[in-house]
């Protein structure tokens, strides 16, 4: 599992979700973003059916994902 406080783009809130973390300002989790992925669907599209994400956002969560793959 990835350790999500060095990235600026996402937060966690207790009460928020039950605690997930989910892109910074909103209430949708960043693992939306891989699930939409994984089901075939680009990041234009994620962020049309997401519109409080910024395209930074989803960028910054996608680079620090793969940053952590680089050093494992």
């Keep these: 599992m990835l350790d999500w406080t060095s990235c600026v783009a996402v ?3 207790s009460d ?3 605690g997930v973390w989910l892109f ?3 209430r949708v989790p960043v693992k939306t973003l891989f699930e939409n992925l ?3 669907a680009t990041v234009d599209q994620f962020l049309e059916w997401f519109p409080g994400v910024t395209r930074e ?3 910054a969560v996608l680079e620090f994902a ?5 050093t494992a």
Excluded: F, H, M, N
């Design 38 to 40: 994984e089901d075939g």
């Design 66 to 70: 793969e940053a952590s793959l680089a």
């Design 11 to 13: 937060e966690r809130i």
């Design 16 to 18: 928020k979700l039950s």
């Design 57 to 59: 956002q989803a960028l």
């Design 24 to 26: 910074r300002g909103t």
